[in-house]
């Protein structure tokens, strides 16, 4: 096992307080949210930022899913400094074997495996048998355990599973040489009462118990995933599975900023610690909402706009006397700063890399001397440009970098006369194609020119236009939804023209529909029997 992670599960104490490990899954669970499909480059921003922020492991995907999946984790493995790489494999040799293969990158590896254990899963997924399960546990911690010493194992849907059968299995596990246990909530079924009692009755039965770190996985179906989490810690577990934003399969994990500042804020009732630098919550929230285009709720806990944001007088009297009055946590240190000007259209390279450097962006050369040439654009066409226009430039220019079709021009003729005409220039992979096309309104000749270039079947399911500052020469941006053969992909981007935003958008998701194809249908996975 990892040194580091080992110890600081299981005995680390930093005056008096336990460590608990976090366990990053935004790029493997998180990515599982529909529509949230991210490219190897998005991939790897993620991961590294995860990585400078302290995040002890990081789930990279699910290798055997595609070959998409596999590289990402081959990658994320040779780019992390720190943390340990895992790789996601069902309890079959096939995909141990791939993930094993995919983790021989990493300075630090896991493997985490996992078969459904509960009766529903067993009887309708599986078709298989108590012992049949049983066996297959043992066999795929065995393999997995044959790449790595550090394996990680799951009883899927474990909080539906019988106690005596969930009991057989981890010890099962423990004794084939799982080092982590993890216990995933995987339909969000749970309360924290019962989610810590489970925890504490595996704890305290299973008779190997203290050869692993017990893990929570918790969905939030019914909005308990954090209050689960934490829940399971205080009943003894050591590791909390979270994504950024509570990304993940239907209404989402625990929310890891959510569960690193409970612990924080409440060390009084929860004595433990986390090795997560709070400070960068935020813009981790923000590249994960932008690489996703994901939308972060504005009253989201942490990292929601409005989560600092004091309307009331009463509130706004007091927090100017004393902030504590109203405020449990300082911005500051979950990385949310007053707002404030940035820079004029004189501002030079040198100011201008500092601020970036404020908000948190170390670019290289070239990304820099893209965003620096969109900051004077923007700077010549706005008069005042925030730290928020600054923000959603880089984010856009980082997501449509590794973007194999970019928006290269655009033309719109518009007004009452109609029928409103755009003439859209794409490159494809180095070559530029221009295409002329009418429609029921600018966006909709814009899209139509587009589909042109690239045709597709996908379906137009959101199209939404939101203003990043206030005033009418504000940056737009857009998020549209695709939607195909059952897929969607969620794809955004930001400029000062309206109709700009919305070309590059769904040339964006269409990109992201590409990528999308490449990976296995969640039903062929399914059907090999996990
Ligand atoms: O929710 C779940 O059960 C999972 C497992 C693969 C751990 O994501
Ligand atoms: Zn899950």
């Known amino acids: ?31 599982q949210s529909p529509g949230a499909s991210m490219n190897l480059e998005e991939k790897l921003q993620v991961a590294e930022l995860l990585d400078e922020m302290g995040v002890d492991v990081i789930e990279a995907g699910f290798p055997i899913a ?29 995909d141990i074997d791939r993930a094993g293969e995919a983790l021989k990158t990493a300075r630090q590896s896991r493997i985490h495996t996992f078969i459904g254990t509960s009766p529903l899963h067993r009887k309708f997924q599986l078709q298989l048998s108590e012992d049949e399960v049983f066996d297959r546990v043992v066999s795929s911690v065995t393999r997995a355990r044959g790449f790595t010493d550090n394996v990680e194992w799951s009883p899927m849907d474990a909080t539906r599973t019988e106690h005596d059968f969930l009991c057989r299995v981890v010890e099962a596990a423990i004794k084939a040489g ?57 009943a003894g577990a050591r590791q909390i599975e979270c994504t950024i934003n509570g990304l993940g399969e239907r209404a989402g994990n625990a929310a890891l900023e959510e569960v690193v500042m409970a612990i924080r804020t409440r060390s009084d009732i929860m004595p433990f610690i986390t090795g997560i630098d709070t400070r960068m919550l935020m813009r981790a929230s923000k590249l994960v909402s932008a690489v996703t285009a994901f939308p972060v709720q504005y009253n989201k806990a942490i990292v929601g706009q409005n989560a600092f944001a004091h309307e009331s007088g009463i509130h706004q009297d007091g927090v100017l006397k004393n902030a504590q009055t109203y405020e449990i946590m300082r911005p500051e240190d979950v990385g949310v700063k007053a707002t404030s000007l940035v820079l004029g259209k004189h501002s030079g390279r040198h100011a201008f890399k500092e601020k970036l450097r404020e908000l948190g962006y170390e670019l290289g050369d070239n990304a820099f001397n893209d965003v620096f040439r969109r900051f004077k654009d923007l700077a010549d066409r706005k008069k005042q440009v925030w730290d928020d226009d600054i923000v959603a430039l880089v984010e856009d220019e980082v997501a449509a970098a590794a973007e194999a079709v970019k928006v290269v021009a655009l033309t719109v003729i518009a007004g009452t006369g109609g029928p409103q005409k755009a003439i859209v220039t794409l490159d494809v992979a180095g070559r530029h194609e221009t295409r002329e096309a009418t429609g029921n309104g600018p966006v909709d000749a814009t899209f139509n020119a587009i589909k042109m270039i ?27 939804k695709l939607e195909e053969n059952g897929r969607m992909v969620m794809a955004r981007s930001a400029d000062p023209d309206t109709l700009v935003a919305s070309a590059k958008a769904y040339v964006s998701g269409i990109n992201k529909m590409a990528t999308r194809r490449g990976k296995a249908a969640p039903e062929a996975i399914a059907a090999e029997g996990a």
Not at 2 to 11: C, L, P, R
Not at 66 to 71: A, C, I, K, L, M
Not at 183 to 193: K, L, Q
């Open 454 to 480: 690239l045709p597709h079947a996908g379906r137009l399911s959101l199209y939404q236009v939101h203003a990043v500052t206030e005033g009418t020469d504000a940056q737009a941006e857009v998020s549209i």
């Open 1 to 31: 096992m990892d040194a580091k992670v080992a110890e600081s599960g299981k005995g680390a104490v930093d005056a008096g307080k336990e460590r608990v490990i976090i366990f990053d899954t935004t790029l493997r669970d998180g990515e």
């Open 178 to 234: 799982a080092t982590t246990i993890n216990i995933p909530d995987t339909v969000g079924y749970s309360t924290p009462e019962e989610f810590g009692a489970l925890i504490r009755m595996l704890i305290e039965r299973v008779p190997n118990s203290d050869k692993a770190i017990f893990s929570t996985h918790c969905h939030d179906d019914l909005g308990m995933a954090v209050a689960n989490s934490l829940a399971g810690v205080s």
């Open 66 to 94: 595609s070959n998409g999946d596999f590289e990402a984790v081959a990658e994320i493995g040779r780019r992390v400094k720190n943390a340990v790489v895992c790789g996601l494999a069902r309890a079959g040799n096939a």
